[in-house]
């Protein structure tokens, strides 16, 4: 087994969603390299040595098992992903992604490929200003003089600005950040199992409907126009309640919370269901309870088409499902459409799922958690 060793990386980019790009490449170091250990504040610097937009740089460190040889091989393969070619033209150019290899432990390397230390670090502010943030009292081995003393006599006068955006280790980082994620679809979309699966993959605290609870759900099904108010109403009283509770203890313990529905439903659902004249008293005791709770940080709508959640509903063999009718699933269908219609568009998230089975193909599933991380850097 190898030995882990530090590397110290300057990340940089001013083509594109500069923070975007930044953050993607510290996942993909992170997977592809070695564990994020440290990253810096995040900078806005001015092209350095020619005329461009404005860059964003940081630092991070690493724990890496690659060899330095290794290690620039797999930073350039990420850089040529997100676009950037090397090589092309001579002089400094923009670029979408510029990494570069700082400090390898104490090393000293001086092939065709790769010098480390960077050989011009020591003139660079948006170099030295970030990690100085990470490695303050780290001594450079050849000239002998630590970061902070590198950067207070460093001659480049360029004018850094620190960002007010946080940079995440990685993906679990970012997604605890969203403190609260709502799971939402027709019947049979799936939502409870991708609730299920973020939950346990990102030690999330996890909120199910207790729809199996409800007493009334059998019965509606066999005789919607008798039952449907009482189960409208047993549902939302039985929402709040759960809501209210659980969403108390995300405030108190500041944890990442994950459900698989978000009470806006009940008046999706009872808009269906319900007389006008029900619908009507059902809608004013809702509006009062719904000011009361706390709403998802990314609301994620899974859409299937309905011929695909009736095939899926059949699978699962509840009994008291299996009269649903098309016509029911397509109107619930619309109703959410019109619910996001309403809703703030940089809160919400459709993701097509009718052709993707993220249950038991982990690329599938891989491609649902990328949606939301890719959604939740937009902010």
Not at 255 to 267: A, C, E, Q, R, T
Not at 276 to 283: A, G, T, V
Request: contains cysteine.
């Amino acid at each position: 087994m190898g030995v882990y060793k530090s590397a110290f990386l300057s990340i940089g980019s001013n083509l594109g969603n500069r923070r975007f790009l930044l953050q993607k490449a510290i996942f993909e170091i992170g997977k592809k390299a070695g564990e994020i250990k440290q990253i810096s504040a995040l900078y806005e610097t001015p092209a350095w040595g020619f005329e461009a937009e404005d860059f964003l740089n940081a630092c991070i460190e690493i724990q890496t098992l690659l060899t330095p040889e290794e290690l620039l091989t797999t930073i350039l393969a990420i850089e040529a992903d997100y676009g950037r070619k090397r090589g092309e033209l001579q002089g400094y150019q923009s670029r979408t992604l510029d990494i570069d290899i700082i400090y390898y432990e104490k090393e000293i390397i001086a092939t065709e490929r790769l010098t480390v230390p960077h050989p011009r670090m020591q003139d660079r502010k948006f170099i030295l200003k970030p990690l100085a943030d990470i490695l303050p009292q780290f001594y450079h081995p050849i000239l002998n003089k630590d970061t902070r003393n590198l950067l207070q006599e460093c001659k480049d006068k360029s004018v850094i600005e620190k960002m007010n955006i946080q940079l995440f280790k990685n993906r679990h980082s970012l997604f605890a950040s969203l403190e609260y994620l709502a799971i939402e679809g027709n019947i049979g979309a799936g939502k409870t199992t991708l609730a299920t699966k973020i939950a346990e993959d990102f030690n999330a605290k996890l909120i199910l409907e207790r729809f199996a609870e409800n007493p009334f759900l059998p019965s509606f099904y066999e005789d919607k126009a008798r039952y449907a108010f009482p189960l409208e109403m047993s549902f939302l009283a039985d929402r709040y309640q759960q809501f209210t509770e659980d969403t108390s203890q995300l405030d108190l313990f500041k944890s990442f919370m994950v459900s698989d529905y978000d009470i806006y439903k009940s008046l999706i659902f009872a808009k269906v269901t319900l007389q006008q004249n029900e619908f009507d008293l059902y809608r004013k005791l809702f509006n009062f309870m719904y000011k009361e709770v706390k709403k998802p940080k990314i609301y994620v709508y899974l859409y299937q088409t309905t011929e695909r959640l009736l095939q899926q509903i059949k699978q699962r063999g509840r009994d008291y499902e299996q009269t649903i009718e098309l016509s029911y699933l397509e109107k619930i269908n619309r109703g959410y459409f019109d619910f996001l219609r309403t809703y703030p568009k940089e809160n919400q998230l459709v993701i097509n799922v009718s052709d993707i089975d993220f249950v038991r193909v982990d690329n599938d599933y891989e491609t649902v958690l990328t949606r939301i991380e890719d959604f939740a850097l937009s902010f």
